[in-house]
T-cell receptor
Framework: GAGVSQSPSNKVTEKGKDVELRCDPI?????LYWYRQSLGQGLEFLIY????????KSGLPSDRFSAERTGGSVSTLTIQRTQQEDSAVYLC?????????????FGSGTRLTVV | AQSVTQPDIHITVSEGASLELRCNYS??????LFWYVQSPGQGLQLLLK??????LVQGIKGFEAEFKRSQSSFNLRKPSVHWSDAAEYFC?????????FGQGTTLQVKP
């Protein structure tokens, strides 16, 4: 597609439930990133995928968070047993390859509210 | 550890006035530096980036930024702000795949 697409745009879930957030990167982009944007906290790196390499999971805040990328394209971020502190905007970005020469294109995000 | 500090959480300027948003970074090697803008309900858009060479870089929408190694700073400037510039601005650093972002500065523009 023309841009990075994220779905759903908004998600309200009850505490303790699992949620899945989806990211469709730009076609041909081999690198994909997930960030979390909490109120007043800036963007917090979560995980990134580069081609067939093992993902860099160093930013995942707990083992309740996981992500996968199928076929080198679509990615799903899963949060299990959601907590209120998980409420945030989850942003996905993709780039042609990993590295500073390649600009990120961000999606519009998924706003997650845990009640 | 790598980090980015944006000391100003919120800035208000009058339309037509000049603007400077501050960014300080901590990085052990030559930094790659970026400024992004996020308008309400939108994704982040790249304004400009610095990799090497001329320390004054020009970006889109009339923005520029100056890299000062001695001060570990990469401040964003615009000579005359427009009402449409009201948004949140993020500074970021990183040579590798993942960028480290600052907490952001919210810009409000007064008519």
């Amino acid at each position: 597609g023309a841009g990075v697409s994220q779905s759903p745009s908004n998600k309200v879930t009850e505490k303790g439930k699992d949620v899945e957030l989806r990211c469709d990167p730009i076609s041909g982009h081999t690198a994909l990133y997930w960030y979390r944007q909490s109120l007043g906290q800036g963007l917090e790196f979560l995980i990134y995928f580069q081609g067939n390499s093992a993902p860099d999971k160093s930013g995942l805040p707990s083992d309740r968070f996981s992500a996968e990328r199928t076929g080198g394209s679509v990615s799903t971020l899963t949060i299990q047993r959601t907590q209120q502190e998980d409420s945030a905007v989850y942003l996905c970005a993709s780039s042609l390859a990993a590295g500073p020469n390649y600009g990120y294109t961000f999606g519009s995000g998924t706003r997650l509210t845990v009640v | 550890a790598q980090s980015v500090t944006q000391p100003d959480i919120h800035i208000t300027v009058s339309e037509g006035a000049s603007l400077e948003l501050r960014c300080n970074y901590s990085y052990g090697a030559t930094p790659y530096l970026f400024w992004y803008v996020q308008s309400p309900g939108q994704g982040l858009q790249l304004l400009l980036k610095y990799f090497s060479g001329d320390t004054l870089v020009q970006g889109i929408k009339g923005f520029e930024a100056e890299f000062k190694r001695s001060q570990s700073s990469f401040n964003l400037r615009k000579p005359s702000v427009h009402w449409s510039d009201a948004a949140e601005y993020f500074c970021a650093v990183g040579p590798t795949g993942k960028l480290i972002f600052g907490q952001g500065t919210t810009l409000q523009v007064k008519p």
